[in-house]
């Protein structure tokens, strides 16, 4: 099986190191062509067709593909569309791919593994005959060229000897490398670009649209004369890498500004602040979660955001090109607002995505080029070449960009698909769903099959292996409509005059076995997203809403919590885990059990227990706010969505009640206890969550803000910040107090889930809940997290047992790094369809409402609207630039004589502005005070604002 | 236990190895050299050849020979004293050790009768070469020989103040063959097969 | 690169080799006249060399035991051995540790009751680290034992096998020995497949242990084949010469 070629590498760099390796060259490596006689077992089958059809005029005979590595990297659109077959993918470029683009190489894997698209990867590294060393002073991207050349020819000879049929099928190169063409050429081998064999393609026309514009050496030469130069050059890898070892750069994630278009900021691990880049030049090309090198400038001309909200709105023309947009230099007289500043020397790593959005509208659709307008604020336009253009225009539809040149204002990119019509709910909710990544397929029919058969029945030997609370008089309580319920309650007077609490969890890691698809489709989910109108379910419905759910009158599987607790001071005397049968025997909603417990006459078990758990919640939630917890608001809406048409009928704010802070509180303490128990089992391994405390600077506007009011905050602790938090009130502003609250959130850093392993113990702190230790327990139906948590609580009380990615440390902080992803995604998905219900709510009306300043910009107000939960800005009229007065350290705009500070409480009106079908959008306007002269509805823009 | 193909006895490979296993053999194992038994089958422990008459297994290397009880060594007297002589084992039977093991002659088994009137000075001489018979293993790291058969004793002695060589005269005597001076020795009786057992 | 490729879709590992094959296997035997056996054994590009001297008597009277061998294992690693030159002190913990897990496997393999009161030393240095260095180790000490004549129950072969995307993977190289996989090193005696030698680093999970395990135990029955064949070429050179 091995040829004996052995060999051995030596290089050496800094202080001397000896690398030995070695490097196996096969003769067994199959060439993926079915009948071929010279090869024997194919690992997984041939995939190639032994007379592939050819549909192109250009090579008649029949041929399969070989694209080079900047095809695969380039025209991953056209690799991945369906009519494309019989394409040989050589290991070199897989691996060139995978160094460059991760993203890029798991699509080519995954066409790969699709058997229908016939293609195969050749190991080409490791064949004997095909193998070629690097000749000395060769580079190392020409030896790869020469390796791809060189399966070419050894494709060319092999097939002519293994294969009965006439002609043998030949091997066509596709590159877009003008040497390696030639060379390909010289060695004997056919090669075209793409677009040349694209367009000799006598089928499938729509492919062309699909290519990815890559302006070829020379073009880019020629125009270099006559077309304007707008970006400096991006420094090569080497020397940026040079420069991050010498700390003349540092490397980090850009971050678009939502707000203005020629702000960026790049999040560096090892600067507490975010390093601003200012205007179009010193982003350099820089798009919206690249990882660049950034070169600081001097502390001197460090400056601070401008605070004016911009939107790009440049010209469709490039050639008309007035964009001489100039900030505003830094005017800060605070210097504690002076954040690094930097501009972008060079790209370290592209994340390009393919992104949602629509076409600007031109006068003329009929020609080829066309500007693309994402979605996503933070992503610049797109220019594009299509076909489609009048058919386009007024849909969603999704885009890729390929390129970005030193010569071109917007960075140039290729339609990929059509998502539907705008304003269409269906599509839009599309939209926002394929710009979170959140996987919302229907589940695949090998998922579905790792589902229980129904009718699903609890068997003798189920129950025999479980305890038995059919008996307890368990309650869940949720909000209405609710159907996978996964949480429920008990309580109960014990003999000994303690009490006995219960919380049962819907065990459904009994359901979701390890290694089943089931279990890796919620894995890759990671958790159920809400939208305003619709649930994308973790896990099939069958489970979600049924099996899993805790209904009243049904009995079901539940993983429990017991506390034995004092009543009196709600001490807990011991605590125990354990998997039960449970019947509840009813299903309240909040507002139910509100009034049951308020209901004097009610004296049923059921009551009572809500009753008695309602009075221990409250020494729990008091001990808690004690402890330092944080009570903090953010504005939550709900829609009643009318059930014909789906469309929302009604905003409504959500309403907490005693009722709510009862269930959250022992959903709390579960979690804890929990969090204890798996951590004590699984010092390594377990999976737990925390919420670091936020660096103080995240607090100076919250601190600026209070103190305009005459409020000294005090942030060092949660404690005092709670506490302080509590003192600020003012009596004939009740909301003002919300307000705050509202802004300490945004303060707040993210909670994350981690690997216990990972960090130290006292890193496990949960700043926002005041707890040392926390995990998440409660909610297995709708989080991936807590089936986890179920599965390492399991096994640790003996009721499961392992398998061996459970206790492996690595792949659980993997996980909850992917699970830290879907939430947040997750969250934006749901605001954004928050946003897009409040939309349509608003499309034919149009409301005069209080609201408050929330946010002081240098051109704008942001305003929040308590009624509804919405927030937007108002702009002002930048010609009066004038009459606009920013006061820095009071936080607060003066328009034209009237002065806006944080928490002023003014009137709007809420409409939706339709301008044309493309853009329409949720319009505040100043309705009091009234501002003279500037402020026409016209000259009014506004938008939703989602923060974090 | 795991039954390979290569588990069935080798008769057609001139060498066994380790672990190979050998062919059926009435005789105990414990008294055949190279073999060893595992789960009722005898195995080869060494590498070497199968002889036909005992199936042992002859070693290719010369292996390292332990002298144990019974086998007749050759062995160089060290130093003497009142109640044994100490000595280094130099081959046992034919087989020349690599390294010398130690060795030692008490008082009483240095011959037959008599042995209350036995004086080791009148019986052995420092640098003599001695054959003996081994009893066994002491107490310390020396084998326990004896010489107390006729066969057994000194077998060549020199005088030490010259080196010259001394033949002997009686049972107990060697004579110088320069001077002629004679000096008192357990002489061994040289007979040409001497049983090793 | 955090994740990187040990085994390609394609079924190939980042040398070439497929799961579960060896490295090229090459040993010389008897190469050191002084001693009473000696092999130098290379399995890819990791070299070892091991001599073995004795049975000879024992040089301290607390070594000597009146019913068996006393084994004297000394492993240690050059100075040039891995890719930074590094001093290593005899004393050297790890080396310590392996010295002794290799002594108590070939006491598990030596017929020990058949010398005793004497002493079998055994000296193994690995001259280049390419991964498996222990179990490279044991296959050299076998070969040497073997030709020192030393009486054994059978070889004690060993390989080293990770477990990467749920594929064990047998013999790694120092790379996949660095990678994520926990490492199950097993050395065992082949015709009997009896475990003398059990070593797993970081955690394997139980599941995941009968699978590697047999894979392991396969390993070592290739490596047995392997070293047959060799010592029964040199034993026909050696008898013609």
Redesign the interface.
């Known amino acids: 099986?091995?040829t004996?070629k052995?060999f051995?590498k030596k290089t050496k760099k800094g202080?001397?190191?000896?690398?030995?390796?070695?490097?196996?060259?096969?003769d067994d490596v199959h060439c993926g062509v079915r009948d071929c006689s010279l090869c024997k077992d194919c690992?997984d089958g041939p995939s190639l067709d032994p007379s592939p059809l050819t549909h192109s005029t250009l090579c008649q005979y029949p041929h399969f593909l070989l694209p080079d590595t900047n095809i695969c990297l380039h025209q991953i659109d056209f690799l991945e569309d369906p009519s494309v077959h019989n394409v040989i993918l050589t290991?070199v470029v897989l691996q060139e791919v995978?160094?460059i683009n991760?993203g890029i190489h798991r699509r080519l894997?995954d066409i790969?593994?699709n058997k229908a698209r016939k293609f195969y990867?050749f190991?080409n590294?490791?064949h004997k005959e095909a193998y070629v060393e690097r000749r000395e002073n060769e580079g190392a991207n020409d030896r790869n060229d020469r390796a791809i050349r060189a399966c070419c020819q050894w494709y060319n000879i092999h097939l002519a000897k293994g294969l009965e049929t006439t002609p043998p099928p030949r091997v066509i190169l596709l590159t877009n490398d003008r040497e390696n063409k030639r060379r390909a050429s010289a060695a004997g081998i056919e090669s075209y670009t793409v677009l040349e064999y694209v367009q000799s393609l006598t089928v499938s026309s729509h492919l062309l649209d699909r290519l990815a514009t890559i302006a070829d050496g020379e073009d880019s030469d020629k125009s270099s004369t006559r077309k304007k130069v707008y970006f400096p050059e991006h420094l090569a890898l080497s020397v940026i890498q040079r420069g991050l070892k010498t700390g003349k750069y540092l490397q980090g994630a850009f971050r678009g500004s939502r707000e203005n278009y020629l702000e960026g900021f790049v999040s560096i691990p090892s600067l507490e602040k975010w390093v601003l880049v200012q205007g179009l030049e010193n982003m350099n090309r820089a798009v919206h979660d690249d990882v660049v090198a950034v070169e600081l400038f001097p502390e001197s001309s460090w400056t601070s955001p401008c605070g004016i909200i911009e939107a790009d709105l440049t010209s469709n023309k490039e050639e008309e090109e007035t964009d001489t947009a100039q900030l505003p230099a830094g005017k800060t007289s605070d210097p504690s607002l002076v954040q690094p500043t930097g501009k972008v020397v060079g790209i370290i790593k592209r994340n390009w995505r393919p992104y949602c959005g629509t076409l600007l509208p031109l006068q003329d659709m009929k020609g080829f080029r066309h500007t693309f307008v994402p979605a996503e604020r933070r992503i610049p336009r797109i220019r594009i070449e299509t076909r489609q253009g009048p058919n386009l225009l007024g849909k969603r539809i999704m885009v890729s960009i390929d390129a970005w040149s030193r010569l071109a204002r917007f960075p140039s990119g290729h339609f990929v698909k059509e998502l539907g019509p705008i304003g269409d709910r269906e599509t839009e909710n599309e939209v926002l769903l394929l710009e979170h990544d959140v996987p919302h397929l229907p589940f695949s029919p090998a998922v579905l099959k790792d589902l229980p058969q129904t009718p699903w029945v609890i068997t003798d030997e189920e129950i025999s292996k479980r305890l038995d609370l059919r008996h307890l008089s368990i309650c869940s309580v949720d909000p209405p409509g609710c159907t996978d319920i996964d949480d429920a309650l008990h309580y109960r007077e014990l003999d000994n005059g303690n009490v006995e609490v219960g919380v049962h969890i819907a065990d459904v890691s009994h359901f979701i076995r390890p290694k089943t698809a089931l279990d890796e489709e919620a894995s890759n989910r990671g958790t159920t997203v809400y939208l305003a109108e619709k649930r994308i379910d973790m896990v099939p419905e069958l489970l979600s809403s049924n099996l899993c759910s805790l209904r009243s009158g049904e009995e079901r599987l539940a993983f429990s919590v017991l506390w034995e607790m004092s009543p009196d001071d709600a001490h807990i005397v011991s605590t125990r885990f354990v998997k039960t049968v449970i019947e509840s025997k009813e299903s309240l909603t909040y507002a139910e059990a509100q009034m049951k417990i308020d209901d004097k006459s009610l004296r049923d078990d059921v009551t009572t227990s809500l009753r008695g758990l309602n009075s221990l919640a409250k020494i729990l939630k008091g001990r808690r706010l004690e402890a330092g917890a944080l009570t903090l608001a953010s504005p939550e809406i709900r829609f009643e969505i009318d059930s014909e048409t789906h469309d929302p009928i009604d905003l409504i704010n959500k309403e907490l009640k005693e009722t709510n802070s009862l269930v959250e509180e022992f959903m709390l303490l579960a979690n804890v206890s929990v969090a204890e128990a798996i951590y004590e089992a699984f010092p390594d391994c377990a999976l737990l969550r925390r919420h670091p405390p936020p660096p103080t600077s995240n607090y100076d506007i919250l601190l600026k803000a209070a103190k305009g009011k005459g409020f000294d905050l005090i942030v060092d602790s949660a404690k005092s910040l709670a506490d302080s938090l509590e003192m600020a009130r003012i009596p004939d502003n009740e909301y003002f107090n919300t307000l705050l609250r509202i802004m300490a959130t945004r303060c707040m850093m993210q909670a994350v889930y981690f690997c216990s392993g990972s960090i130290t113990y006292k890193e496990y702190h949960h700043y926002g809940l005041a707890a040392p230790i926390y995990t998440h327990f409660t909610s297995p139906i709708r989080r991936y997290s807590d089936i986890i948590v179920h599965r390492l609580l399991a096994v640790s009380i003996d009721s499961d047992v392992?398998?061996?990615?459970l206790?492996?440390?690595?792949h659980t902080q993997q996980l909850s790094n992917h699970l830290n992803h879907r939430h947040k995604m997750a969250q934006y998905a749901q605001r954004s369809s928050v946003s897009l219900h409040t939309h349509l709510f608003f499309k034919e009306k149009d409301k005069v409402e209080d609201g408050f300043v929330l946010l002081v910009r240098r051109n704008a107000i942001q305003v929040i609207i308590p009624a509804y939960g919405i927030e937007g800005s108002i702009f002002f009229d930048e010609h009066g630039q004038s009459a606009l007065q920013y006061d820095e350290s009071l936080l607060s705009l003066t328009v034209s004589g009237t002065k806006f500070c944080l928490f002023d409480k003014v009137v709007v009106r809420i409409a939706v502005e339709k301008k044309d079908l493309q853009t329409s959008k949720l319009a505040l306007c100043l309705v009091s005070p009234v501002i003279s002269g500037s402020n026409g509805v016209e000259s009014l823009k506004a938008k939703k604002k989602k923060h974090k | 236990m795991a039954v390979t193909s290569k588990d069935t006895p080798l008769t057609s490979t001139p060498f066994v190895l380790p672990g190979d296993k050998l062919p059926p053999n009435s005789d105990s194992a414990n008294n055949r050299t190279g073999v060893y038994v595992r789960d009722g089958g005898t195995y080869s422990s060494i590498c070497g050849k199968v002889t036909d008459s005992k199936s042992t297994v002859k070693p290719l290397v010369p292996p390292f020979m332990c002298p144990e009880k019974g086998n007749i060594v050759l062995c160089r007297v060290l130093s003497v004293s009142q109640i044994s002589a100490k000595v280094e084992i130099i081959s046992v039977g034919s087989q020349v050790l690599k390294e010398p093991l130690m060795g030692i002659i008490r008082r009483e088994e240095v011959r037959a009768s008599e042995k209350d009137k036995v004086s080791l000075f009148q019986s052995f001489r420092p640098c003599d070469i001695v054959q003996a018979r081994v009893l066994g293993l002491g107490e310390g790291q020396a084998y326990v020989l004896t010489t107390a058969e006729s066969e057994l004793g000194v077998i060549l002695a020199r005088k030490l103040c010259h080196g010259g060589r001394m033949i002997p005269v009686s049972w107990c005597e060697y004579q110088c063959s320069v001077t002629g001076k004679r000096e008192k020795r357990k002489v061994a009786k040289v007979i040409n097969n001497i049983s090793s057992n | 690169m955090a994740d990187f490729e040990y085994l390609s879709p394609e079924g190939l590992r980042s040398d070439g080799r497929r799961p579960q094959e060896l490295r090229v296997l090459s040993c010389n035997i008897s190469h050191c006249l002084q001693a009473d056996g000696s092999a130098y054994l290379q399995q890819g590009n990791t070299r070892v060399i091991a001599t073995v001297y004795g049975p000879h008597d024992v040089s301290r009277r607390s070594e000597a035991q009146h019913d068996k061998a006393f084994i004297n294992c000394q492993f240690s690693m050059a100075t040039f051995s891995t890719s930074e030159r590094k001093k290593r002190p005899t004393g050297d913990k790890s080396c310590l540790e392996t010295s002794l897990a290799l002594k108590k496997t070939f006491e598990a393999a030596i017929l020990t009751d058949t010398y005793p009161h004497s002493k079998i030393d055994i000296f193994v240095q690995i001259l280049q680290s390419d991964g498996s260095d222990k179990a490279v180790s044991i296959n050299a000490i076998t070969m040497a034992l073997i030709d020192a004549g030393i009486p054994m129950k059978d070889y004690v072969c060993a390989t080293s096998v990770t477990l990467i995307n749920d594929t064990p993977i047998v013999d790694l190289n120092y790379f996949e020995e660095r990678g994520p996989g926990p490492e199950l090193i097993v050395g065992t005696l082949p015709k009997s497949g009896k475990i003398v030698f059990l070593q797993v680093n970081s955690r394997l999970h139980i599941d995941n242990m009968e699978k590697v395990l047999k894979e392991g135990m396969n390993g070592n029955q290739r490596v047995h084949t392997i070293l047959d064949t060799l010592i029964k070429k040199h034993l026909e050179k050696s008898i013609l010469t």
């Open positions: 099986m091995l004996s052995t051995v202080n001397v190191l000896k690398v030995v390796r070695e490097h196996y060259l096969r690992p290991q995978r160094n991760p894997r790969v593994s990867v190991s590294e490791h392992t398998y061996p990615l206790l492996d440390k690595h």
